[in-house]
């Protein structure tokens, strides 16, 4: 078996014309190894593979083509070694009763069906391992393993060293209860599916009008049953209805669910009354129908994106634990634990718990998780480093001056946490219409009474009743579900993922759109050296690279990456400087590169100083210019703004300096509503006053600086390159690649409004229908039967059908 | 004609019974996940259909 595959991968090879590893499909460049036939791109992807084809389990590589990670092994001993205390480890295990212990992690990296086979075969690799399965969508994976046997650290490491590093964060140890909504949702739909069916199939008789003698005889017996079947329905599955409603009347809002609610009531009363008192046929039917096609627009609501998380806080990105000093060496403290004036060590790609000072070593600094950043900024001893910073390079040990949970940003975040409790559902369409609606509906119901009960006191009871129930707005509620369910999937296929259906109208109500700079409307890890000044030769160009290639300052390895076309020279007397520069002689002409200082354009009255990010180029004391690192914006960036600007009203709130400000005035406009040097604080300051003055803002954005903004705004969107980039709790996902259609998404959610607008009106149309039958006491059974359920199916297939073509017409499909 | 209602009778008791069934499927997890199985049942068992692959079950 492994041979055929060898002979297959290694075929693959022949045909490429660079090599990629066998393992994870890389491209094998400079130190890739070579086994046999075989190339791997680095020692730990061909540890993996040998390792999988020593234990036969080389089948992960016929399910998918080249479906491995690359393992990272670094440390792996020191950075578990915190599942080795008891208190965090109790709090990860889902069950341990000291031989067996059960876990479920959190594993981004699944990805194909590759994964969920080598995962679940696990057993394999260590026998400790009693049993292991995946959840596919939500990338979750339980073990059960004998933990006397195999310690959790250590069951960590063995995935780790596979390439499926579990993702163990301090939210991790605050287990959630499971949502088993789902499960409650789907067992009311089956009650109220099998009443239906059942009461449907009983009323057939009546239906078809036979009033023969036997018929007669069983139509009691008959309606019996229907009672027995309609009482769980009213009793467990409408009570999705009746319990919204209460909590709404609770606190004097009338919603959707009052008149649903009322409606099921009456219906259920008055068939009761209709077949114990008066032996007719009552209306069961149409009360299952109606419970039930209520509930399918309940479950088509309730679309989620399991793979995509959109309530991360600051406490899914940090991890469990540090290394911080004990006496005179370092060992794993809980983060909890951690006090100011602690010493802590932290290593290369590791996230800074906490706001510190540097003590020792230098610091490389990668805030793009903060702010979208993704240059590193070089930090010096005693400067400060704030939290959510990635350490890139080598260990560098901290004073904690604030504890985490006190960090500037975890204080942002708790701060809006109590600011803003978003008003959900209390605004929508439907419950705005509800609170006239009904008020009118109950009127309406008084005045037949009374009318009949002047006129024909018999007909008062059954024509008021009638109008209670015909007037369900059975229609009315499906209409918002159905639309907005289909406009969340539409965008969904177009890569605007959205916490839940109900964004869709709050996007629909916007009035501005605020963006963040860097990492939003710009393209997050693309920045690009433009050089300012006179035409550089080839010669120039060569001693350039030359000279930042010796270096490993980001700004160094950028310059080196763009001119890495260029010719080698021999450098002489090369010198570093940090923070300053870089110099040395090549063939005999000293060549400076670095800051304005560096090069000595104080004393040049030519050049100007520049206060973007700015490298500055001087051979021979001659300033031939500078570098400037200009951000790549999105492609298609001035036309999503200017199609926006038609209709909203923009805004830009950036981090950065004004250094862009020319740039971006000419894509917004105006510069009127750029503003620069925006600390998150001030960014969710100018959310909420412009709420406050009564606007809908949406913030798009996608650091955790943005996040006080994302949550403070109507809609939060945070933009993503990819699906495992980490995003800040917001509304809606945005994939990088769906920026362009921006303006198509805000068009296609005000669509989806009008598209619920014409719908009330069909429904309207039905109920008046209705209500003309009911107000004369003619209504009959058979009559609500149809009619009832004829406006929602209307209804439904309207809203679908008109959703799914308004976004082909706005191109999202 | 009696028959109708006994019939009926019997026919409700079996679907009352397809009910239970679903519920207390879906009180088991079974639909919890509805992706993964769909993967897994396409995984080959090893050679020759000598079966290595044990199945692990609920847990």
């Known amino acids: 078996m492994s041979n055929r595959i060898e002979k297959n991968l290694a075929g693959k090879l ?131 393993f004998s933990i006397n046997e195999l310690s959790l650290k250590d069951m960590v490491i063995l995935l780790a060293s596979i390439g499926y590093e579990p993702e163990i964060r301090s939210s991790s140890l605050n287990k959630k209860p499971k949502d088993k909504s789902f499960r409650t949702l789907y067992a009311r739909l089956a009650v109220a599916g099998f009443g239906f069916g059942n009461i449907m199939l009983l009323s057939f008789p009546e239906y078809l009008g036979f009033d023969s003698s036997v018929a007669e005889s069983y139509s009691f017996v008959f309606a019996i049953v229907k009672i027995l079947l309609a009482i769980p329905i009213v009793v467990f599955s409408a009570f999705d209805f009746f319990k919204p409603a209460f909590a709404g009347l609770r606190q004097k809002y009338i919603n959707m669910d009052v008149p649903v609610s009322i409606g099921i009531i009456i219906l259920f009363g008055r068939s009761l009354y209709d077949i114990i008192f008066l032996n007719q046929a009552g209306y069961m039917d149409s009360l299952a129908a109606l419970v039930f096609l209520l509930l399918i627009g309940r479950l088509y609501q309730k679309k989620t994106y399991f793979s995509l998380l959109f309530t991360r806080d600051f406490r899914s990105f940090f991890p469990i634990s540090v290394l911080a000093k004990n006496k005179d060496s370092f060992s794993s403290m809980p983060l909890d634990d951690l006090e100011e004036g602690n010493r802590i060590l932290i290593r290369n790609q590791e996230i800074i718990p906490a706001d510190s000072i540097l003590i020792t070593g230098s610091g490389k600094i990668d805030y793009s998780f903060v702010t979208g950043e993704s240059v590193p900024i070089e930090v010096n001893s005693g400067e400060k480093i704030y939290a959510g910073g990635r350490q890139i390079g080598q260990s560098i040990e901290l004073d904690v001056i604030k504890k985490p949970s006190r960090s500037y940003l975890m204080e942002l975040w708790e701060q809006t946490s109590r600011v803003i409790e978003k008003q959900q559902n209390v605004g929508t369409l439907a419950n705005r ?80 759109i605020v963006f963040d700079k860097t990492g939003t409307i710009t393209q997050s890890g693309a920045s690009e050296p433009v050089f300012v000044g006179a ?38 007397k090369f010198n570093e400087e940090k923070g300053k520069g870089l110099e040395a002689e090549i063939e005999g002409f000293s060549i400076r590169v670095g800051s304005y200082k560096w090069v000595g354009a104080e004393d040049n009255k030519k050049i100007d100083k520049i206060d973007s990010t700015t490298i500055y180029i001087s051979i021979d004391n001659d300033i031939l210019g500078y570098y400037r690192i200009a951000n790549l914006f999105r492609k298609g960036l001035p036309e999503v703004i200017s199609s926006i600007n038609s209709i909203y009203s923009t805004a830009l709130l950036s981090g950065d300096n004004d250094s862009e400000k020319n740039r971006l005035s000419g894509i917004f406009g105006s510069d009127n509503n750029l503003f620069f040097d925006k600390a998150p604080h001030d960014k ?25 903004a994302l949550k403070a705004a109507t809609v939060g969107l945070t933009i993503a390159e990819n699906d495992s980039t980490f995003s800040p709790a917001c509304d809606g ?43 004369q006491g003619i209504l009959s059974p058979v009559i609500a039967a149809i009619l009832m359920p004829a406006s929602s199916v209307t209804v439904v297939l309207f809203t679908t059908l008109s959703t799914a073509f308004m976004a082909k017409k706005r191109g999202l499909l | 004609m009696e028959v109708v209602v006994i019939l009926i009778f019997f026919s409700l008791i079996i679907a009352a019974g397809f009910l239970i069934a679903f519920i207390l499927a879906l009180r088991n997890g079974q639909f919890d996940d509805l992706v993964t199985p769909s993967m897994r049942m396409l995984f080959d068992n090893k050679k020759n259909g000598e079966s290595k692959i044990k199945k692990t079950g609920e847990f």
């Not at chain 1, 579900?481 to 890569?495: D, I, K, S, W």
């Not at chain 1, 969710?684 to 006080?708: C, F, H, K, P, T």
Request: aromatic share 8%; net charge neutral; glycine share 6%.
């Open chain 1, 14 to 144: 022949i045909q490429n014309a660079k090599p990629v590893c066998v393992h994870c499909g890389d491209p094998c460049g400079k130190g890739s190894l070579q086994e046999n036939d075989l190339y791997f791109c680095c020692n730990g992807c061909r540890a993996v593979y040998n390792l999988l084809n020593d234990l036969e389990l080389d089948d992960y590589y016929s399910i998918e083509d080249k479906p491995g990670l690359k393992p990272n092994r670094l440390g792996a001993e020191d950075r578990f070694a915190y599942l080795d205390q008891e208190n965090i480890r109790e709090k990860l295990l889902d069950y341990n009763d000291g031989k067996v212990a059960r876990i479920s992690f959190s594993v981004p990296q699944i990805h194909c069906s590759s994964c969920i086979w080598l995962l679940e075969n696990l057993y394999k690799i260590n026998k400790s391992v009693l049993s292991s399965r995946v959840d596919f969508q939500k990338r979750l994976l339980s073990v059960t």
């Open chain 1, 433 to 512: 219409i509800s609170s006239y609606f009904t008020p009118l509906i109950l009127g309406l119901a008084f005045i037949t009474a009374i009318f009949w009960l002047i006129f024909d006191p018999t007909k008062m009871m059954n024509s008021s009743t009638a109008v209670l129930i015909i007037a369900c707005p059975c229609a009315l509620a499906l209409a918002s579900p159905f639309t907005l369910g289909t406009a969340q999937r539409l965008m969904g296929r177009a890569n605007l993922f959205l916490k839940d259906s109900t964004v869709v109208e709050n996007m629909a109500r916007l009035t501005s």
């Open chain 1, 535 to 572: 035409k550089l030769t080839p010669a120039q160009k060569s001693m350039i690279y030359s000279i930042v290639r010796q270096s490993t300052h980001p700004l160094s390895i950028l310059l080196s990456d763009l001119l890495s076309e260029t010719e080698i020279k021999a450098v002489k």
């Open chain 1, 684 to 708: 969710l300051s100018y959310i909420s006053s412009r709420i406050d003055a009564g606007e809908q803002v949406a913030m798009v954005g996608d650091g955790l600086n943005d996040a006080g």
């Open chain 1, 733 to 775: 996902i945005l994939m990088a690649s769906g920026f362009r259609l921006l303006p198509q998404f805000l068009k296609f959610s005000r669509d989806s409004l009008r598209i619920i607008k014409i719908s009330f009106l069909i429904s309207f149309l039905y109920n008046t229908i209705g209500l003309a039958i009911a107000v």
